[in-house]
């Protein structure tokens, strides 16, 4: 009887020691969460909008703007360190913001909404590129992440997206 106890004690005491090193997490699984939070934000935002009857040639360009929003939130510009890839990345946000300016054949709501998605993208860069540059030495980062912030708040939004890929190309 005291083996079984002891046994069953052995094969249940590492069961308790993981789960505690999972609850416990690093700077790692912290960080690489974060990041797969904000990927997970990414993905639905594409999800969550434009519902609704548009016609044929909206619905083309609402698709294109989805699919480029699902493609930044693919793992290959994502790193435990923030973002790797910059350049395709920050390419494929201008298109993003290129074609929700140009919904001429959607509806005033559908264009409406897709302002306030780009914004609601906007931020989900900020956080990722603020990520990203949070170990870097280099004061550059910091000044084209400063930038960025200006250029948005004057609404300039391509150079905003040009100094956010700044920061994050940023070396010293």
Known sequence: MQKELALLLLM????????????LGGTTGKLVNEIAQLRLERIMAA???????????CRQQLR?????????ADERFYSYHGL????????NEHNILELSSK???CPAEVQQEALTLTNHLFDID?????MTIEYSTCDAAYKAHSSALNARAAGDLIAYLIFLQQATEATC
């Open 12 to 23: 249940i005491l590492p069961l308790f020691l993981l789960i505690e090193l999972i609850q």
């Open 47 to 57: 999800r969550d909008v434009f519902h609704g009857a548009v016609s044929i040639e």
């Open 64 to 72: 294109q703007i989805e699919q480029l929003i699902r493609l930044n």
């Open 84 to 91: 790797i890839l910059p350049q395709i990345f920050f390419v």
């Open 103 to 105: 919904l001429d054949v």
């Open 126 to 130: 900020e956080k990722l590129v603020l």
